[in-house]
């Protein structure tokens, strides 16, 4: 088993547990080589990858391109802020042309939930979803859950809450499937209005109450509250927000374990965790930065790999 | 398929002893040298090398690295079978040292160009070397040779040579191999 069972990554939920084992044991290589003096190797110099980004993102967008340029690979740019889709222009002709110029691999994120599957379908290139809308963010789950792996040593039987706007939110639901693959354990706790209806047929438990989560479990991913994706409000106000589901430095050290605490980023500091948690040896959201590296090349290789000349 | 022995495990004992007292003649006591068995199959020669030289010749500082080229090939995406990678373990400069690499078969010298390329992400070595347990002769597409050779072995294209090792394969042997 050295290859994947996947043309493209679309989300968690079209990966089977030896992918992830096969992504994970080449993200391992990959670790090594960006922590070289020289962190570059040549094995996609024949390939162009277009990162096509139609919402925000810094954090994502900058990891794909390090990640890329770290295979030799030749790299466009395009954010739909400057684009022609401004002008009117549908998705797939959008790609088609810039797939026109021999571009091997698309990079997308998207606001609508189930863009990159609906592209697969539609042009010739290997697609990788770097979010769409609320749906999934494959790479994240990944790197997330590689990065529980390299803290505690596996993350078959790990108890994982995830903390926050559930309902917004494509990390929770690349996680949730990304964990239960690998054999963990997944509760998600928030406010009732920001859980998904019919959540509990995933297989997670639900909780409401922020303390009795972080008693229970081994980590916990703490998520942005998604403003920009509320067109109503979820709870009276931020600070009610945060004085019922916000982690502080005083409700870690009164649990009875040391529990590790997750950021996919950016970070509202003092409303989700405050910043002494953030910067403190229990949380490993850096780690999670530099993993989502490595776990990117890792993706790009295996994917580009079967792209035939 | 049918196969005939090359090398038995005492010309294999014999030979090693002989490559490593070559190594001594040119590096003494290998203070200014690191030894580097490239993945996956160089790294048991490499390993015995820098056991003998340390455990039977008593030199001290023998630094020993392994380097994995996977990612450095030239024909990525190019074969039927995808290219799996193994552990680079390199945990010293090569800046300015004398380099030795060590596989244990020299075949088309593509593996070794590769590894050239990968040697450089740790730094700009003095000069590197190669040695190798079977050169195949006449079987080269590039230009590169061993300057330390085991034994040279003629074999056409549809044979494959095959050096077994004892802690991997359960004996010190090499092989000719005819599909």
């Known amino acids: 088993m050295s290859e994947l069972s996947v043309n493209h990554l679309l989300g968690i939920k079209y990966l089977n547990k030896q992918d992830i084992q096969l992504i994970f044991e080449t993200a391992d290589h990959f670790k090594e080589v960006i922590n070289r003096p020289i962190k570059k190797v040549p094995s996609l110099r024949d390939i162009t990858i277009a990162n096509l980004f139609f919402e925000n993102s810094t954090r994502t967008k900058l990891s794909f391109e390090l990640a890329e340029k770290r295979l030799s690979a030749d790299v466009i740019n395009f954010s739909a802020s400057q684009s022609s889709v401004k002008k009117g222009e549908t998705l797939i002709d959008t790609v088609n042309n810039i797939l026109s110029m021999k571009v091997d691999m698309v990079v997308m994120r998207h606001p609508n939930p189930g863009a990159g599957v609906f592209l697969s379908k539609h042009v010739n290139a290997s697609i990788i979803n770097a979010g769409d809308g609320a749906h999934e963010h494959p790479t994240q789950a990944l790197l997330d859950t590689y990065s529980i792996r390299e803290r505690l040593g596996s993350v078959k039987g790990k108890k994982v809450v995830i903390v926050g706007d559930i309902l917004h939110s494509r990390v929770a639901l690349s996680n949730i499937f990304a964990l239960q693959l690998q054999g963990a354990e997944v509760m998600v706790c928030g406010p009732k209005t920001l859980i998904p209806k019919y959540i509990d047929k995933l297989g997670v438990k639900v909780e409401t109450n922020l303390r009795s989560a972080l008693n229970w479990c081994d980590v916990a991913n703490m998520l942005r509250v998604q403003n920009e994706r509320m067109d109503i409000s979820f709870f009276p106000s931020t600070r009610e927000y945060t004085q019922q589901f916000g982690v502080n430095k005083e409700l870690l050290d009164s649990l009875d374990k040391e529990i590790t605490i997750m950021h996919p980023g950016p970070i509202n500091r003092g409303v989700e965790i405050t910043s002494d948690v953030a910067d403190s040896k229990q949380a490993i959201i850096l780690d999670q930065v530099q993993n989502g590296v490595a776990i990117r090349m890792a993706v790009i290789y295996l994917l580009a790999s079967k792209i035939k000349q | ?179």
């Open chain 2, 1 to 179: 398929m049918s196969q005939k022995v090359l090398l038995n495990a005492k010309e294999v004992n014999i030979i090693l002893h002989r490559l490593a007292c070559q190594l001594i003649e040119n590096h003494n006591d290998f203070s200014d040298t690191v030894l580097i068995g490239i993945q996956p199959r160089g790294k048991f020669l490499a390993n015995r090398i820098a056991k003998m030289l340390r455990e039977e010749y008593k030199i001290k500082n023998v630094q020993l690295g392994h380097l994995d080229i996977t990612f450095f090939r030239d024909d990525f995406r190019r074969g039927d079978k995808p290219l799996e990678a193994n552990t680079t373990e390199i945990n010293f400069v090569v800046e300015d040292k004398k380099v030795v690499f060590i596989d244990d078969v020299l075949y088309t010298g593509r593996s070794i160009r590769s590894a050239l390329t990968a040697i450089q992400s740790f730094g700009r070595p003095k000069g590197i070397e190669l040695l190798t347990l079977i050169d195949r002769r006449f079987s080269r597409h590039l230009p590169i040779q061993p300057d330390y050779r085991g034994r040279q072995v003629d074999a056409i294209n549809k044979e494959k040579v095959k050096v077994n090792w004892a802690e991997f394969d359960g004996e010190d042997s090499v092989y000719l191999i005819n599909n």
